[in-house]
């Protein structure tokens, strides 16, 4: 067997333990917000909504994965489901971006990898989607992939994420818990200094307001003056020295998905009230940094047929005025969510012995109990 896909496959074996052991931010006693999460208190809680990842730890210089979402479990390109996709700062690689812009609609599953990986798992989502029943007289396939640089734990320059990486994260995925911190596409990433990776939240609307759920899936590789529910934990920590010694730039990726039924332009609406929740967490979006949000709904009464008889679509759709609450919602999940995953990531050593350390977590328990916030 191949010593790459033995390494793979022991870290999802690993993944699967580490799941079973992971504490996050509400197993500490920190709540975010006042909407209640799902069952998971994962993207997943979205009905329908599926994750997979590929974790790519070999030797010691390459750290780096795949993750994969899928919005249904159906053909994707067949029932296409309404996307938008906000720039919060464009320093990216972002694949797939005008089409979805154009049409408002998402026709593959959603990638997100390292940046010199785009390319290949592009391929992978076209090959993946020309493979499926019902799609053998396609031609076109507009592969939506995002990305952050996992550069300075991962040999990036090696291109060792491959096509056959990306199809099995997208066969991993799976309903249910997700495995957050270092795995997927996470791997490799850094988050205010600390160690970033894969994190997840998710709310559930009132009744009154419609009872829909909303996830948040977030890739973190950014900068930023880190806050905790409102403490200014690296302030605390010394971390801001004169001169800004830290790195601020970066990425992060932000995939929000709701079964609400929603257009296009309001998943818009939807995806811009995302960044607040970054900016909840100190993050700045510098001027390196590639923060994007892709929002998608998965109502089945809002599918995009790519094939049709009728030339109108008449599809029920949230009024503006009912927004309000998924505002709210979206986020508080996605504060959550990259708190979970600062919460979740290990200490990884790699590239040239580069070490990243976790986030000091007894410390930063220690500032919110002196807060108050526990």
């Known amino acids: 067997m191949n010593p790459t896909f033995t390494t793979v496959f022991v870290l999802i074996l690993t993944a699967m333990g580490t799941l079973q052991s992971q504490k996050r931010i509400r197993d500490h006693g920190l709540e975010i917000g006042v909407l209640r999460p799902g069952p998971y208190n994962a993207i997943t809680d979205v009905p329908g909504v599926s994750v997979g990842h590929t974790t ?96 300075h734990l991962n040999d990036i320059r090696g291109q060792h994420i491959t096509e056959a990486h990306v199809l099995q994260a997208i066969g991993n995925a799976a309903a249910g818990p997700v495995a957050e911190g270092n795995v997927g596409a996470g791997t490799g990433t850094v988050c205010f200094g600390y160690k970033g990776g894969i994190g997840t939240a998710s709310r559930v609307l009132p009744k009154k307001a419609g009872g829909y759920a909303l996830g948040v899936l977030v890739q973190t590789n950014f900068g930023g003056v880190l806050e905790v529910n409102g403490v200014a934990v690296g302030k605390k920590l010394g971390d801001y020295s004169e001169g800004f010694k830290y790195g601020a730039d970066g990425s992060c990726m932000i995939v929000v998905m709701t079964d609400a039924p929603l257009d296009s332009r309001n998943l818009d609406r939807l995806a811009k009230r995302a960044l607040l929740g970054l900016g909840k967490t100190g993050g700045i979006a510098s001027n390196g940094s590639g923060d994007y949000v892709i929002a998608v709904s998965t109502a089945e009464t809002g599918r995009i047929y790519h094939t049709a008889n009728n030339l109108v679509q008449t599809s029920p759709t949230l009024r503006n005025e009912a927004m309000t609450p998924l505002f709210l919602a979206v986020i508080e999940a996605t504060e959550e969510a990259i708190l979970n995953a600062l919460f979740a990531a290990e200490t990884m050593s790699g590239r040239d012995g580069h070490t990243i350390e976790a986030l000091p977590k007894k410390q930063v328990l220690q500032f919110l109990k002196e807060a108050g916030k526990l």
Not at 124 to 129: D, F, H, N
């Open 56 to 151: 790519l730890i070999v030797g010691e210089n390459i750290r780096t994965g795949a993750t994969a979402l899928l919005p249904h479990g159906g053909n994707l390109f067949q029932e296409k489901v309404p996307a938008a996709i906000h720039i919060g700062n464009g320093f990216g690689k972002l694949a797939g971006y005008s089409q979805v812009k154009e049409l408002g609609n998402l026709e593959t599953p959603i990638v997100l990898t390292n940046t010199l990986g785009v390319a290949t798992a592009t391929n992978a989502l076209v090959k993946y989607t020309l493979g499926q029943e019902g799609n053998e007289t396609v031609q076109s396939v507009n592969a939506v992939v995002g990305e952050t640089n996992d550069g």
